[in-house]
């Protein structure tokens, strides 16, 4: 049982420095909120598309991005696709960098985009690591027999 | 020649002066330049300013560096005027100038060319003269002599040789004596003989030369050959003789007698011989001799005596001439012209002058001839010395020179010379004149002319700048005005343009400003409903709310304005009933003024047409802020709302203005009429009719001299109100804008007592002829008895005055004590018959009859009642016992306690009116009572069921309903009126602009909520209106049955959306794209509305969630695809719009393709739910 405390200690713990770090914020809390007996997976079905959804975003952007002649319009949406789910799981990190690549695009601006998806990529990752770290987490939790403790 | 020598020098000097003329035209140019450039720079804005009138993007400074430019170029356009006058000027006086001066100068000059001439003339040709004769002389004189000696021919002897002497004597002395210029005569003959008269100038004496013939030989004649001859005739011979003695007898000058004795002369003082050497080729010869008798030269000519027979020369003739004559003809023209005039021989000798200083110099050798350059006249010297210095030895080709200008010393003077070419003695005149003689005054006058010319231009040429000067100040002051006026045109037009663009952007904003608003209205009702709320968030969120709805009706107040200043208000048209309107505004602002302790009346005339047509909403507007005003400013007193019908007489009759400003009402009345009358007519043909209002309050007034500016905007009559009250001063201007929209008036009336009268009329058309209601037929014959017993005094009178006119009899009572009397009066009268007050012999009068037949009302005001303590029961206790004989109605307060309410009730008052009581409410009461009476007479039985009257009066004031159900438990009283007063103006609001719907809709459901949560028996007349009631109810599944259609290509948001949605009980259809939402919606609508009807068959979503960006489809060209297939049907399926764009463009854009509202992700569950909600609610209502 101690285990459990402890691992849920750990949980929030890790939790919390999650949205102090600004890696999620509240939209990523309404998700788990809305995770409940009827749909049990639903924030680890949703991450999980959201990573599905971002890797071939990512890819096509890549692409998009190493064409001879950039069809910022495309990137554009892509970006404003990524930014749109993103935004919906609460990923506010990879949501800024789409604001500021959206902007690249806008202006037209090879290299800013570049870098921006570079970035966009590390904060991916990032969100990537963090995001299944917390699932793995919570599956010992639920392992070791314990509940999920709640965010407030 | 001097002409043109002056014509060179001004050219000269022209060329000279050309660099700084040159440089001098090249500033001008330069300046020219800047001030075009400038003039451009000056109109160049203006042509751009023309060009886009619109753009108005210029700063002040540029104004003023114009200014600054167009003055300096009026100054350098001065300045050029100017230099151009000096330039003409200057020329004109420089010309004149000239041309005065060259042409007497040529004149002149040809003038003194002759006189010089002439002058020169003269001399030379008395040397020519001289010569002639000295040349006839010798001539005649050699022809005599070759006479004489052909007749002595060989003389044999020695007397005959002296008798051709004597001979030869005798005719020379006869030529000698008759010339009488001539100096000497000298005969030489080949023997050597010398025969000579002379005369001596010094002392005028007359000789006879000869020398002693012993010397002479006479053996052999003179060498016939004249070459030969030459050997014998050699002057060595003659003068180295100097054996040969000379004698000298004077003679008598005239006679020729020998008058002394003969003296032998030394030889220095012999006079010259001409001998045979003078002619050596046997032909005359002249020459220049100097002798020592006299200072001038003299000119000897010498001729040879030929002897024809045998060919050789036997003796030789000289003649000697002075030339003093010549001289003194010099002096003599000298003297008369001055100046000097010389002649020389071609080598430059002396020969003349008109000096007096000696020509001749005395060397050793003896006198000798002197060099011009060597005269002692000094004026010669220079003159000779110029001569040669100017010429060298080179002279002219025929020694004519004419010169003006010759510096000799301190002055100019003429030289002229001419060339005598004699053959043998070639001669040089030359004459010097001083210029002064002859151009003396000339040059004088010239340079005092030009002295006066030039001061004469100088000053022309200030006064003409001064002239300048003052006329272009006055066109650069009026340049400077323009330009200053142009900088206010400008000035004014941008203020103009930015006054404009306020109200443009302001009108343009009011979607973006209203709907924020609305949203947040709206998720406070939804708030509000929330059960589960502890009191303290209860009471703040209707703080919120509140104050929310103060925000939304201040910035519904800049948007009209704004609306009506960028000429966007437009009014409708439609019927509506203005009493009611009015009376309900004065219900709902009666609950602020019972706070303040101020009363509320409404008095509309009798004649007040029922129905008229017109913008209801702005109207109601237009009292709304006049009252809210008085409301403001007043703190106890009444506040009396005033209607009548443009018909002053009457008003004037039905003595409504019985109070205090009944006396100058006439007056300000009739002022009123003339304005109107021409109106009137031609309002009373199309139906318009002037309806008069008055605002009348107790408050603090306005000064009179604010009358005007308060319907300024932003204008408060005190500026410490701001601080006071509150308010933004829009309202009355506002209203004033609203007023004259509608074709009215409004001002500020004075009036007797504290306060402020505000007067107003409009011009509203009025549907048909309406009847009015005859209220004194209908009530005179029920026979209605009112006792009114009210706290307002105002309202009392008013009342009762109406009653009366219509036939109804009044009792008034203002506190208890006072009711109880004439209620006892009334209906105990036994004990007081003794009583002789009116009301008492009133009260007498009826009978007993009369008092079964009659309909007693007593309407009492609950303020009567002491509820401060207990004694109220008491009180009700009292009224019991006149229950069943008269009709109780009661007037409530807003703030009135359940607990009295339903004390009432349990009693059987079900009459009940809300504060205040004004003439509709009298007369619904009236006619329950009517009716009630009927019903009892009908049945016989009195005190039927009376319910049937509570909802008569509840149905008669049906817009108050939600006011007037005090038994809300969710709505405490202020809330409802705030939202009863909402209501009201979002209606006003909603008919202008599309995004308002969604206001209207929030405060609807909002107000329905609040009736289910009042459980009044609401009449549900359809389903889908229960089924709606029923959900929301439930808080958690506030989306129950709801579906909803989910147009999302993001899997992740799709899902999100889904389970949030299905979370609050709503039902989702996902589509992936637009191209399926639309196909989603045609399949089953399509065939629905074959077959059925449309308001039956419900869409099959209730609601579209519409994201913007999608594949294929797009969320705009859906909506526009779904837009338009519902076009021409009633069916309109609420789309909103999920778009991950934040920026209001994008709201815009949605709303104009046809969605109806706008959510951003991510998803807030909140809003979307009361957006969805107050979407689909609105639904039913509006297709109903």
Known sequence: MAAVSQLQRQFIEYTTSLYNEGYLDDQFTQLQKLQDESNPEFVVEVVSLFFEDSEKLLNNLATALQQKIVDYKQVDSHVHQFKGSSSSIGAQRVTNVCVHFRNYCEEKNLDGCLRCLQQVKHEYILVRNKLEALFRLEQQILQAGGSIPMME | MAAKQHKRNYMISRSSSTPPMASFVKRLFGKI????????????????????????????????????????????????????????????????????????????????????????????????????????????????????????????????????????????????????????????????FVQAFHRDPRDNSTYYIYNDLTNYTMSGPYDVNMSSSHQGWNDQTIHSNISAIWYREPLDPNTGEKIGKQKAIPPDELINIAGISQVPYGAASWHVAVSKFTNSPLLSAAMPVWDESQ???????????????????????????????????????????????????????????????????????????????AYGNKPPPNHEVHIEHAKLGHQTYYIDSFFLNLKRLPMVGVLIIPRKYIMGKVDERAFKTLMILISASVCILIIGCVCIFVLTNGVSKEMKLRAELISHLDARRKAEASSNYKSQFLANMSHELRTPMAAVIGLLDILISDECLTNEQYATISQIRRCSTALLRLLNNILDISKVESGKLVLEEAEFDMGRELEGLVDMFSVQCKNHNVETVIDLSDDMPKVVQGDSARVVQIFANLISNSIKFTTSGYIILRGWCEDPHSCIENGKFSFDQKALWPAQKNKLIQQENQEKSSCKKDNRVILWFEVDDTGCGIDPSKWESVFESFEQADPSTTRLHGGTGLGLCIVRTLVNKMGGEIRVVKKNGPGTLMQLYLLLGTPVDMPLENYKLKYADHNLKVVLALNGSMCRMILSKWLFKTGVHTWEACEWNELTHILQELFIPSRYTQNLTYECSKVESISKQEMEVSVFIIVIDIGLLNLSTDIWKEQLNFLDIFYKRAKFAWVLNHDTSNTIKMELHNRGHLMMVNEPLYKSKMVQIME????????????????????????????????????????????????????????????????????????????????????????????????????Y?????????????????????????????????????????VVGDGMQAVEALQTPSEGGMTTQTKMRVPPPYDLILMDCQMPKMDGYEATKAIRRAEMGTDLHIPIVALTAHAMSSDEAKCLEVGMDAYLTKPIDCKLMVSTILSLTKLQPNSLT
Not at chain 2, 355 to 384: E, F, H, R
């Open chain 2, 33 to 192: 330049h800047s001030a075009v450039n400038s003039w451009e720079r000056n109109h160049s804005p203006c042509r751009r300013r023309s060009l886009h009138r619109d753009v108005e993007q210029e700063d002040l400074q540029h104004i003023n560096t114009n200014c600054l430019s167009s003055y300096y170029s009026v100054f350098v356009a001065r300045l050029a005027i100017m230099v151009m006058l000096a330039i003409l000027i200057g020329l004109l006086t420089l010309l004149t100038w000239h041309f005065t001066k060259v042409y007497t100068r040529t004149s002149l000059n040809a003038l003194a060319y002759g006189l010089r001439y002439e002058l020169l003339q003269r001399p030379v040709l008395r040397m020519w003269s001289i010569l002639n004769s000295t040349v006839e002389i010798t001539t005649a004189q050699v022809r005599l002599s070759e006479y004489v000696i052909r007749k002595y021919n060989r003389p044999e002897n020695q007397a005959q040789q002296v008798e051709l002497y004597e001979v030869m004597r005798d005719v020379t002395w006869a030529l000698f004596a008759s010339y009488r210029a001539l100096n000497s005569i000298t005969i030489k003959y080949k023997n050597g």
């Open chain 2, 311 to 389: 060919g050789n020369i036997m003796a030789v003739v000289g003649v000697t001439t002075s030339l003093y004559s010549v001289g003194q003809l010099m002096k003599e023209l000298v003297g008369f012209h001055s100046g000097h005039i010389y002649l020389t021989s071609q080598e430059g000798w002396l020969l003349a002058t008109s000096s007096t200083t000696p020509l001749l110099t005395n060397s050793s050798t003896g006198p000798k001839l002197m060099m011009a350059v060597d005269s002692q006249d000094p004026v010669i010297q220079t003159g000779a010395k110029w001569l040669l210095k």
């Open chain 2, 928 to 1027: 329950a009572a009517i009716k009630e009476k009927m019903i009892s007479l009908r049945h016989g039985i009195l005190g039927g069921d009376t319910h049937e009257f509570l909802e008569i009066d509840n149905v008669h004031s049906d817009p108050e309903s939600s006011n007037d159900s005090e038994k809300s438990e969710l709505n405490c009283s202020t809330t409802g009126i705030v939202q009863v007063e909402e209501t009201r103006r979002t209606r006003s609001s909603s008919r202008y602009g599309i995004v308002n719907n969604c206001f209207l809709e929030l405060t609807e459901v909002c107000s329905e909520r609040n009736k289910q949560g009042a459980n009044e028996t609401f009449p549900v007349s359809q389903e889908k209106r229960m089924q």
């Open chain 2, 1029 to 1069: 009631a029923e959900k929301t109810i439930s808080e958690q599944k506030s989306l129950k049955g709801v579906r909803i259609l989910l147009a999302e290509d993001t899997p992740i948001l799709q899902r999100v959306a889904t389970i949030m949605l299905e979370k609050m009980g709503a039902t989702v259809v």
